[in-house]
Structures are given as C-alpha cells and as structure tokens.
C-alpha cells in the first residue's frame, strides 16, 4: 500500500512537473525573449542558424556571426549507421508508458537464439530457451490485476487504433483506466465497459472529444453502457470534465464533410454567438454543431445537405433542423436556400 | 390620479419577474399614476406539484398469486415479465404491485392520501377475497417525484461551473437535464434549461420544498437565475 501512495506521489510529482514546464514555455511564447534570439540572428535578422557540433557553436549561416557557444550535445555519444548497429550501440529501451500492463519495464527474452556475443545458440539449449521464453511472457503477468490491466490496455489501444487517437490521448486513457483498477472500480462492471469509457474520458480530457457513438462503435459494449459506466468513474475519480463545447467538434466535422476553414471559423463565430444567447444550454453538443455547420456551409456558398451533416455528426435530419431554426432565429441569420 | 392595477402577464414569468415588470410599467409612473402589481414576486414553490408517490406495505401473509389474479378484476399477472399482480385502481388512480411474500408496492399516486386511500381498496379487496389481511398495516412512504419552475431559463453551463463539476452530473450528450445531488434534504435535482425542475428521492413533501429553496438560494448566491 505504501509504496503505490509512493508511486502515486511520484506520478503526481512528475505530472506537476510536466505542468509546470508546460506553462514555463507558454510563458515564453507570450513574452517570446527566450526563445526568438536561437532562431533569429540579433545582428542581421536572418533565420538561417547553422550548429555547428564540431565546435559546438551556433552560426549565423548570413552574416557569420557566432550567436551561441559551448552548447551541449544532448544527442548520443555514439554515432550508428544503419538499424543494427543502433539496436547494439543503445543502452536504453523503449521510454516508460502507461499503455502496457507493466509500463514496458519488464524483460523479454527475444526472438533470435543468439548469445550476448552475438554467437548462435547450440541446438541442445535451444529446447531449453524456447521454455524459458515461453516463461518469462507468462510472468510477466504476475497476478489477476495485471491480466486484467494487459486485457483491458489491449483492448484500449486496439479502439483508439481504429479510432485513429493520438498517443497522449491513449497514454491518459490508460492513467484513467489504471486509476479505476486502482480504486477498486472494476468490480461488477466489465473490463470493455469500463476501457471504452476511459477512452471517452481520456478524449474529452485532451479536448478531442469523441461522440458516445463513435467509441459504441468500435467497442464491444452498447452505447448506453459507455455512457453509464463513463458517469460512474467520473464521478469516482473526480474527473471533473467540462461539458463538451461544440466548437470542439467543429474541425473534425467539417473536415468529414469537405468544407473549407472559411466554413469552419464561421461555423465557430456563430457557435461562440449561440453560447452567448444560452442557446446551448440542454441541447447536445453534436446537434448544436451540426447546425452551426449547416448555417455557415450555406452563407459560404458551400452549401451541404442537412442528410449529410447529419450523416457525419452521427444526429438525425430532425434534430439539425430543430437547432438550426433555434439559432437562425435567435441570432438574427437572414438563409435563403 | 390613476391607478393601474394589473398582475404580471404570463411570459414575463419567463424573465426576471418583478424587475421586467417595473420596467414595462416605468414610463406610466409619472407623479399621477401609481402602479400597484397585484402580484407578490414570482415563487417557484408555488409551482411546486407533486407528480408520483411511491410507497411499500406488507399485509403479513403470502399469497397465491394465481389465484388472486384471476379473483381480482382487472389485475394483471405475467411471471416472465414481472414477478408480481399488477393491480390499477381507478379512483384514485393508482397501481398497487402485488407480490407473491405478501409485500405490496404501489405507485403512481398525485399525493401521499391518494397512496393511503388506494392501498386501502386494495387491501379491501384482498379481504373479501378470503385473504387475512393484518390490522392497519405500516405504509412507507419511498419516494416522492414533485416538479416546479423557477420561471427563468438557465444557463446550465455555468450553472455546471458554479455548483461545482464534482457536486453535479451534466451530459448534454446523454440527457439534457443537469443532475443535482444534495445531502440535506437528501434528494437529487434535475434542473432543466426551461428553468424547469425535478425534485426526486425525498420522504415527505417538505423535501421539495426545502430542495426548491436551497437550489434558489445557491443559483441566487451564484446570480445565476
């Protein structure tokens, strides 16, 4: 118990680091003094820096101009020339990830009957290695947690695979799922359940929200069990999500329907108008969307039919007439079709 | 001298009440008119109405209940679908469920005498039928579903933001009421973006009451309504 508090403080510690440095860069990016002068010759204004690793000196490729020196080579000490001898020349492995049921942290014994010399291994203790393999694959998975953890990760990353999700949003889905394992949440609910809503969590927590539809289609539970078992483990774990804004739909949208960013930052304009006049409140995000949409594909002169809005954003015909009266009224938007 | 009395049209419910309608009634008054609006303030706890009662009883023996389905008029009896007699009664409208250890629910009563009244007939029933049924037997209130309108439309969003993401549920992919749950009284809300509410889970009237006072209370402190 006491060393996964351990853990779970070095988790914290770790991600309030990373926060921290994140909010550093923004910082500079605003007051944009730290990081131009590396880029930017401060003699001759040109953008050609060269580094030049043999004397460790930043050059201005233009003017000549030595902007930087005695920098440190952050790269490996070793140089390799193709894929082998990399593989031999690294010391480490794969970095840490939450996507495996063991971080990625534990052994395995490769494929190849080779010894640490790179001599191939005897035909007598060949029988011999084979079982050990076969061994070490199967204590890797020491305990019920872990088998559940190694089913349900799989499982996790084979719906954001076929959803097409980033890595972060994977690698947030698997802290939000082993947080449910952890707390004990699993129990009475099934592993695909439970796995499916972490990915709706996990996208909405890395705004890249995913409709409930999107992720019922690629799992192997229901719709209304995603969403169930998702109210639940928010409301364990304290995710404390934002309701969805529709404007976070709106890229994906109007990228499935072909439409140009001119659409798309209309599309937001107005959606930002609705949010203003409380038109947004109660109604769903995908619904409200789709209009906005509708309304700016057809004040753009790109104008899509409400089947095929309707079509992309996963809501009916109905609903998009329904919000696009609603909006078109409120906010004073003169259509003519 | 005139004097202008008048009680706030209906749809000015809708916007902040008295403040709209000293507004409207602002340019008449002048030095000779006086505007007297017949009408207190708008209170959400007069819209309170109590919409469902739920309460169990038992009568202390078990029953046949095939046999008392086929007694009782109008009584429906499915076991693949659900493992009790249910029973309507038409006045006042209620539906007892009646299972086969002797407990009886009943559902669907306006108020908590209707419940009393509607389980009477049926113990009446039961009675005539041969049943022996115990004396005055314990009726239990469960629940009690009461709506009301706080005659403003909410911004759920910030309502969401104000009473704190871990207090509330809000889902607009999944329902479009924000959930509300609260300890004391200990009820859960459902708050709508019509300024409609749901107040369920409360024992006994006053609940809704003291729910619609407090949820006015804290989207007042947060200058949300």
């Given amino acids: ?337 | 001298m005139n004097i202008i009395a008048t009680t706030p049209a209906p749809h000015y419910r809708k916007a902040k009440p008295l403040a709209a309608l000293l507004k409207v009634y602002k340019g008449l008054n002048t030095l000779n008119s006086v505007v007297i609006i017949m009408s207190e303030i708008y209170d959400p706890k007069k819209t309170i109405k109590i919409e469902n009662v739920v309460a169990s009883t038992a009568i202390g023996t078990s029953l046949d209940l095939p046999k008392i389905t086929l007694q009782l008029d109008g009584a429906d009896y499915n076991k693949e679908r659900f493992p009790g007699v249910v029973y309507r009664t038409k006045e006042p409208k209620t539906a007892a469920l009646i299972f086969g250890s002797g407990k009886i629910v009943c559902t669907g009563a306006k108020s908590i005498d209707d419940v009393h009244n509607g389980l009477k007939k049926v113990f009446s029933e039961l009675k005539s039928m041969g049943v022996d049924v115990m004396d005055n037997p314990e009726i239990i209130v469960q629940n009690i579903v009461a709506s009301a309108d706080l005659g403003a439309v909410l911004n759920l969003n910030a309502i969401a933001i104000g009473l704190g993401l871990e207090n509330i549920e809000y889902e607009p992919e999944q329902f479009p009421g924000l959930v509300y749950r609260i300890a004391e009284p200990k009820v859960v809300m459902l708050l709508f973006g019509s300024g409609k509410l749901v107040v369920t889970g409360g024992k006994k009237t006053a609940d809704a009451d003291a729910a619609v006072d407090k949820i006015v209370e804290e989207l007042d402190g947060l200058g949300l309504l």
């Avoid at chain 1, 004990?184 to 409709?211: D, F, K």
């Avoid at chain 1, 999107?214 to 539970?221: K, L, N, P, T």
Wanted: net charge positive; charged share 30%; hydrophobic share 35%.
């Fill in chain 1, 1 to 337: 118990m006491a060393e996964l508090e351990k853990e779970k403080e070095i988790e914290k510690s770790e991600r309030s680091k990373i926060r921290e440095s994140i909010k550093l860069r923004k910082e500079k990016e605003k007051v944009g003094a730290f990081e131009k002068p590396t880029v930017e010759c401060p003699e001759c204004g040109s953008r050609s820096l060269v580094q030049d690793y043999e004397r460790a000196e930043l050059v201005c490729n233009d003017c000549g101009l030595v902007v930087d020196s005695e920098f440190i080579d952050q790269g490996p000490e070793w140089r390799a020339f193709d894929h082998d001898q990399r593989m031999k020349r690294s010391r480490v492995g794969a970095p840490m990830t939450y996507t495996i049921h063991d971080k990625g942290l534990s052994t395995m014994i490769d494929w190849r009957n080779r010894d640490s010399y790179g001599k191939s291994i005897s035909s007598k203790s060949r029988a011999q290695l084979y079982r050990l393999r076969k061994w070490q694959r199967r204590i890797r998975v020491s305990n019920a947690t872990e088998r559940n953890l190694a089913f349900a990760l799989s499982e996790l990353d084979r719906m954001a695979s076929a959803l097409g999700l980033s890595r972060n949003v994977r690698e947030t889905a698997a802290v939000v799922y082993r947080k449910a394992v952890d707390m004990n949440l699993i129990r009475g609910r099934s592993i695909e359940g439970v796995a499916a809503s972490a990915l709706y969590a996990a996208c909405r927590q890395c705004n890249v929200p995913r409709t409930l539809d999107e992720i019922a289609e690629v799992s192997r539970v229901s719709r209304k069990e995603i969403g169930r078992t998702y109210r639940f483990i928010s409301r364990e774990l304290g995710l404390k999500l934002m309701p969805t804004s529709p404007i976070d739909y709106i890229p994906r949208f109007c990228s499935g329907l072909n439409l140009h960013g001119e659409v798309q930052s209309k599309a937001v304009e107005i959606l930002r108008q609705a949010a203003e006049k409380e038109l947004t409140s109660g109604r769903g995000p995908t619904g409200v969307a789709a209009a906005a949409i509708y309304i700016s594909s057809i004040l753009c002169g790109e104008r899509r039919t409400q089947r095929e809005v309707a079509e992309v954003a996963g809501v009916t015909e109905v609903t998009i007439r329904n919000r696009y009266k609603e909006l078109a009224e409120q906010l004073d938007i003169e259509i003519i079709l």
